[in-house]
């Protein structure tokens, strides 16, 4: 089944603890997304990858880090937390930056107290 | 800046037909979409616009007006599963999507 995974689903964690979100997709997709989703915004972009060793800001990568090692793993961290951080995140991949449909990873709602 | 304006919030009568619209000023376009998202859930894909005109995908439509800055999406014989909230997204010049805040669609029995 064609799909992306994220984990962990929830995570609730205390202020300056890095954390790891992992996300995989199996299906051979060069661009990977990584979005927060807040209340009454939109989502919000935080960094995106065309390719393997490819990676580029968003709108709000502020306190976010990403890596692509692997064409399909994306993995977001947060070196040190903060209550700001507090969201929604989706991963998302698609064929390519081009206008194709995304698919979206479960989510993982964190909580940063 | 850019922008994308759509309804925060709508309620229809299950069986009916509801409107969503969606209005947008970005840099260039390469494109429309709408998503789907259930409370709690990832957003699904529902329909692309390129072009100006109606596109008929079952009981959902969606239209564009590039002139205008304009599309909306039409959904037909609404179900109670048809409650959730309808995201409006452009592809700018650079191919970065620009996301609405989203409309919730309530229906009503």
């Known amino acids: 089944e064609a799909q992306v995974t994220q984990n962990p689903r929830y995570l609730i964690t205390v202020t300056g603890k890095k954390l790891t979100v992992t996300c995989s997709q199996n299906?051979?997709?060069?661009?990977m997304s990584w979005y927060r989703q807040d209340p009454g915004l939109g989502l919000r972009q935080i960094y995106y990858?065309?390719?393997?060793?490819?990676?580029d800001k968003g709108d709000v990568p502020e306190g976010y880090k990403v890596s692509r090692k692997e064409k399909r793993n994306f993995p977001l961290i947060l070196e040190s937390p903060s209550p700001n951080q507090t969201s929604l995140y989706f991963c998302?991949?698609?064929?390519?930056?081009?206008?194709?449909?995304?698919?979206f990873g479960p989510g993982t709602r964190l909580t940063v107290t | 800046g850019q922008n994308i304006d759509q309804p925060t919030e709508m309620t229809a009568t299950e069986g009916a037909i509801v409107q969503i619209n969606c209005t947008y000023q970005t840099s260039g376009f390469n494109g429309l979409f709408w998503y789907q998202q259930h409370a709690g859930e990832a957003p699904t894909f529902l329909s692309y616009n390129v072009l100006d005109g109606l596109e008929e995908k079952g009981r959902f439509s969606s239209f564009l007006s590039r002139s205008k800055g304009y599309s909306y999406l039409l959904l037909k014989e609404l179900q109670m599963k048809d409650s959730a909230s309808y995201l409006c997204?452009?592809?700018?010049?650079?191919?970065?999507?620009?996301w609405g805040a989203g409309t919730k669609l309530i229906i009503k029995p």
């Open positions: 997204a452009v592809m700018d010049s650079n191919y970065q999507l620009i």
């Open positions: 299906m051979n997709h060069e661009y």
């Open positions: 990858s065309m390719n393997v060793e490819v990676t």
């Open positions: 998302a991949s698609s064929f390519s930056r081009e206008p194709y449909e995304q698919y």
